[in-house]
């Protein structure tokens, strides 16, 4: 399943993709409890206090719920001619999207986590992940565009493959960690070169507004059952900047999580970026940064694209000090 959160009417909405269009969760529980559509004996969002906000709020009602509720809409016209009348299904082009988790409680990344990364930079790969934040406030959804700060002049862009936590883990071995995920969404790992390396902490580096683009959606773990197969690309302005293949991860999915979770609970909404592959803009001869009018396109095998644009903070108006 495709699982993602969307803006419509003032209010984020959980969805999720069937067939070319948008089932709307919230549209959707409207009519049931109207009564304008019966799924079975019990209504399937039988709450209304329910957030239905996010992917993650989406997933709680089940896996198999949510595959028959999309199976018996493809399948039925009558039901799906209701669901488009009330707003409850619509064409994925006319949806804003946000990212898949609008609220998570903490993005923790990888770093130097492809083995030809880090060869790029003539680094030995490291013994253990590499663990950093970025700040939950650099989070932006694909209809958002990442801004320039005033404070970096070398801002990077980083492609990877993020895992979504969906069970509180702590100490969970690796044995057990896809037990742990609910499923996968693209992430750039924006990044302040300068600042990276002119400060000892990353925080900013890796933390300022609009630095963690992320989606389009949550790809659940029936539909990439291995994520270590999948085809990793980056474009900016339409050139490939990035091609590899998340098999080139020195660290896979099942360590990271029972490293990250020694001692550190994990929430249903973490997010985890996994690392980036080679060919980022600080190591290209010669570098090449971000700049306003750049669009970046990520694609990942089996999950999408991530495109965000990039503009430059507003100029001040006339008079502003």
Known sequence: MKLLSMRSGGQNRSGMIIGSEVFDARAFRD??????????????????????????????????????????????????????????????????????????????????NYAAHAAEQKKEAPSSPLIFSKCVTALIGPEDSIILPRITEKPDYEAELAVVIGREAKDVKARDAYDYVAGYTIMNDVTARDLQRSESQWARAKGLDTFAPCGPWLVTTEEIPDPHTLDIRLLMNGEVRQDSNTSDLIFKVPQLIEFI?????????????????????VHRNPPAFLREGDVIEIFIERIGTLRSGVRGRPKPSPGDS
Do not use: H, M, W, Y
Not at 66 to 94: F, N
Not at 263 to 281: A, F, N, Q, Y
């Open 31 to 112: 009519l049931e409890e109207r009564g304008k559509v019966e799924i079975g004996r019990q209504r399937l969002f039988t709450s209304s206090s329910a957030r239905l906000e996010d992917a993650l709020d989406l997933l709680a009602f089940g896996e198999r719920a949510l595959l028959g509720l999309a199976a018996r809409i493809s399948d039925d016209p009558k039901l799906a001619g209701t669901c488009r009348d009330a707003g409850a299904l619509k064409p994925l082009e006319g949806v804003a999207l946000n990212a898949p988790v609008t609220r998570p409680g903490k993005i923790l990344a990888v770093g130097l």
């Open 261 to 281: 979770s020694q001692d550190l609970t994990l929430r249903p909404g973490d997010i985890i970026s996994t690392g980036t592959p080679s060919g980022v803009g």
